[in-house]
């Protein structure tokens, strides 16, 4: 197994993975069709903006298996540009979703009239400036080949390059009740940071 720096053909196969690994986030279910398409679009507003943060895990035949993307907090709106250039085909999918009675849609669509609530459970990054911290996206690998300390180099790639990016700071959030994650989170050095409500947890490492 090897990790390189991602390119821009590396896309659909982040999105394969990216749906395998969450197939329950809503970020699966609105940009998963069409072949991950959307998805594909999402994480190529990272790549464009900083390459030096996005990785893939590979086999022998050049097979993704596995990928870690971040950015940097004083350098955001990849979100708000991907939902900009496909506001048609994203508002589309989630009033489907809405329709369907789908509740994470519904959730998603409330926080755009109510500020989330933050609960902060470690204060050290309170007089840090952004220009100091980095966030770590998204980091996963395919269920069939965990448990072999993959995610593991997949995170201490990124790290070592948000350091060498003059970052001091990584932050990463998941889901509430992804146990997984936070599992991987506290083996690789992070520590809760703050939560919202009840639907997702961060937490920071210190570079």
């Given at each position: 197994m090897t990790i390189r720096q991602a390119t821009y053909e590396d896309l659909p196969g982040i999105a394969r993975i990216?749906?395998?690994?969450?197939?329950?986030?809503?970020?699966t279910k609105i940009g998963g069709a069409d072949n991950g398409k959307l998805l594909s679009r999402f994480y190529r507003e990272f790549l464009e903006d900083c390459p030096e943060l996005c990785f893939v895990l590979i086999d022998d035949s050049n097979q993704i298996l596995g990928f870690s993307v971040g950015y940097y907090m004083d350098r955001p709106g990849h979100q708000e540009r991907y939902i900009s250039k496909n506001r048609w085909t994203v508002a589309?999918?989630?009033?489907?979703?809405?329709?369907?009675?789908?509740?994470?849609?519904?959730?998603?669509f409330m926080l755009r009239f109510r500020k989330p609530v933050y609960y902060i459970?470690?204060?050290?990054?309170?007089?840090?400036?952004?220009?100091?911290?980095?966030d770590l996206l998204s980091c996963c690998v395919h269920p069939d080949h965990r448990g072999k300390g993959y995610s593991g180099m997949l995170v201490d790639t990124f790290l070592?390059?948000?350091?060498?990016?003059?970052?001091?700071?990584?932050?990463?959030?998941?889901n509430f009740d992804?146990?997984?994650?936070?599992?991987?989170?506290?083996?690789?050095?992070?520590?809760?940071?703050?939560?919202?409500?009840?639907?997702?947890?961060?937490?920071?490492?210190?570079?």
């Open positions: 990216h749906k395998i690994c969450f197939p329950d986030y809503l970020s589309r999918r989630l009033l489907w979703l809405m329709l369907k009675g789908d509740m994470q849609a519904w959730s998603k459970i470690d204060h050290r990054l309170d007089d840090v400036p952004m220009s100091e911290v980095g070592k390059s948000m350091k060498e990016q003059g970052r001091k700071y990584c932050l990463s959030s998941t992804n146990k997984g994650a936070k599992g991987m989170f506290t083996h690789n050095g992070f520590v809760p940071y703050r939560k919202i409500g009840n639907l997702s947890f961060t937490y920071v490492c210190e570079l």
